[in-house]
Each structure stands twice: as structure tokens, then as C-alpha cells.
């Protein structure tokens, strides 16, 4: 029985860490090479205490590597570790910059309580550095005819490596960048900023480009899906006053040169086609108007059958020929010298 109830006086002080204790646990992954921003939260009432960040997952063994009572930096970016204490938010946040494989491990968000029997109230934070290949977004769409923007992260020790990007299934397509980290041409723009990210720009979408692709940084890669859509079509409506209803035939156009030149060999052939028929018209008139008003001469027809030659005639002595003519028989007798 004593020692049960030592047992419990000695897990009072941990009580309170239980109950109101630091919101802030997970497991945090990181690239080698970067920066990690640990957010902890805590309860009003502890707005005024000291918040410390230490690495170690008990507190009698945990290496301290920041207070809020300690000297800052004047460049906390440079830190290897900075802590920030935001009172109006009710958190304090930590940043470790530059982390190492080495790095990787247990932590431990705190917040200093005084007394004898009161526990610090803390929360734990596992921090995984690994190297390799990272993708802001795995997955990016964008409208036929824009453009969008890939950005993939690399680890420290592929900062100097080659960088490509290609399509799954066509090494044919991999576009490197070249010794001063871009490439660009017009569907795809390729930049690298040697610290620890590269980023790829498609440009001009077009719904072919939909598919998935990969980011390499040296021999690591990871997959990235594009996906395109089409690009909306737009339905305008227009109300009509009944002004505006009325039908307004467009005005006549004009004859340009060009128009008439490219007929002009028509109306030729039309002109003269006409004047052939008019031509000919004419002429048939003319024949009929002659024969309707010109004399008839029957008598000067030549006909075998009613002129003949009358061989038995009497000629007179100056041997001139003389001419007879019979009215009943219309008869013409010749005598000839």
C-alpha cells in the first residue's frame, strides 16, 4: 500500500501535461537541405511561461536548443535553430534551417512550469530528413491554351545534378537543363535555382499534353500528373428592340477591279454571242422584206417546157431577130438570122 501510493504522488506532476498540455505531435518529413517550421500551441493561462524547444523524448533527457528567454538572433534565418513566441495566437513556433540526415529524431515542444509539483507541460514531434526528390503538387491541371507551373524540390546533395523532365513512357521526350540550369522553348520553360528546387512551365496547354510525367533530379524521381481541359465555349444572347428586329438589308458592294476582271471574260462571250444572233436576225429580215416587194418576171424565166425556139420563123433582111409574143399561150417565138 505505501508504495502504491507513492506511485501515485509521483505521476501528479504529469497530470496537468496531460489535461492542458502542448498541441503540436506528428511525424514531420523534410528533404535534406531545408528548412522545418514547428508550430505549438498552448492554453491561455500559459501565455506568460517559458516555451523551449529540445531534442529527446524525456525531459530529464532532452538536449535544449532554444527559449523564448534566451538571446536571439538578430538573423534568425541563419540560425540552425529559432524560436518565436506569438502570444496573440496562443502558439510559439520553431524553425530548424539546413537539416541533415543526421538531424532526423525526437523532439520535444515545452513550456516551463515552476514548482515543486507541477511538470513541465510538453508535446513530442518526430522529425524524419531524408534525401531524395519532392513534388509540391503531384498533380496540376490547367485550361486548353494556359500555362502551368511544376515545381519539384531536391535534396543538398543533388543540388550540382542534373535535372530533367520527361513523359512517362517516352524517353525520347526528357528535356534536360543545360550548364547554367534552363532550358526553354516554346511549350516548356525548365529553371533551376541550384539551391532546392527546380521548376517546370508548360506553356500553351493543349489536350494532348494530359498525362503523367517525371521529375528527375540525378537518377531520383518522382511522378507528376498533368491533367488538360478544354477550353469552355461561350453562348452569347442578344435581345432584339423591335426597332432593331426590323430586317436592314446590307448595302450593295461596290465593283472592284478584281470583281470585274474575273468576269470580264464572260461578258465578252455573252456580247458576242448576242451580236451573232442579232446579226443573223437581220439578215433573215432583210431576205423577207426583198421578196415580199421586189417585181415578178414570169416571162423571163427560163422554162423548157413553155420556151422554146421557133426555127420557122421569117427573119427581115437586115438579119435582126425579132421577138413574138402570144398572149394566150404565153408562147415566145425567136427567129434568128
Not at 538571446?71 to 530548424?96: C, G, R
Not at 508548360?202 to 494532348?208: E, F, I, P
Amino acid at each position: 500500500m505505501p508504495k502504491l501510493f507513492t506511485l501515485a504522488l509521483s505521476l501528479l506532476p504529469w497530470i496537468p501535461a496531460i489535461l492542458c498540455g502542448v498541441n503540436s505531435g506528428g511525424e514531420h518529413a523534410v528533404l535534406e537541405g531545408q528548412s522545418l517550421t514547428v508550430p505549438c500551441h498552448y492554453e491561455p493561462q500559459y501565455a506568460n511561461h517559458v516555451k523551449y524547444w529540445c531534442r529527446g523524448k524525456t525531459r530529464e533527457f532532452c538536449t535544449s536548443l532554444a527559449r523564448t528567454d534566451g538571446t536571439h538572433s538578430a538573423n534568425p534565418a541563419e540560425d540552425k535553430v529559432s524560436i518565436s513566441d506569438h502570444k496573440d495566437q496562443l502558439l510559439f513556433s520553431v524553425t530548424m534551417n539546413n537539416l541533415k540526415e543526421g538531424d532526423s529524431g525526437w523532439y520535444m515542444c515545452g513550456v516551463e512550469i515552476s514548482g515543486m509539483w507541477t511538470a513541465d507541460v510538453v508535446t513530442y514531434a518526430h522529425i524524419k530528413v531524408v534525401h531524395g526528390l519532392s513534388v509540391v503538387n503531384s498533380e496540376v491541371s490547367g485550361e486548353e491554351g494556359s500555362s502551368v507551373t511544376v515545381e519539384c524540390l531536391y535534396g543538398d546533395r543533388y543540388r550540382e545534378s542534373e535535372k530533367r523532365w520527361c513523359r512517362s513512357g517516352n524517353s525520347s521526350s526528357c528535356l534536360l537543363t543545360g550548364s547554367e540550369g534552363s532550358y526553354e522553348d516554346t511549350s516548356v520553360a525548365i529553371s533551376d535555382d541550384r539551391t532546392r528546387t527546380f521548376t517546370i512551365t508548360l506553356k500553351k496547354l493543349q489536350l494532348r499534353d494530359t498525362g503523367w510525367y517525371w521529375c528527375y533530379a540525378g537518377q531520383q524521381k518522382i511522378a507528376v500528373r498533368v491533367v488538360v481541359t478544354p477550353r469552355p465555349t461561350t453562348t452569347v444572347s442578344v435581345t432584339l428592340t423591335p426597332s432593331q428586329s426590323a430586317v436592314r438589308l446590307p448595302p450593295p458592294r461596290s465593283i472592284t477591279q478584281q470583281s470585274w476582271d474575273s468576269h470580264s471574260h464572260i461578258m465578252v462571250s455573252l456580247l458576242l454571242c448576242a451580236s451573232i444572233i442579232i446579226l443573223v436576225g437581220m439578215a433573215i429580215l432583210a431576205r423577207q422584206l426583198w421578196r415580199r416587194h421586189s417585181p415578178s418576171y414570169p416571162f423571163l424565166e427560163r422554162d423548157t417546157e413553155k420556151a422554146r425556139i421557133n426555127t420557122h420563123c421569117v427573119c427581115d433582111l437586115q438579119n435582126n431577130a425579132v421577138i413574138f409574143h402570144n398572149r394566150d399561150s404565153q408562147d415566145v417565138h425567136m427567129c434568128l438570122a
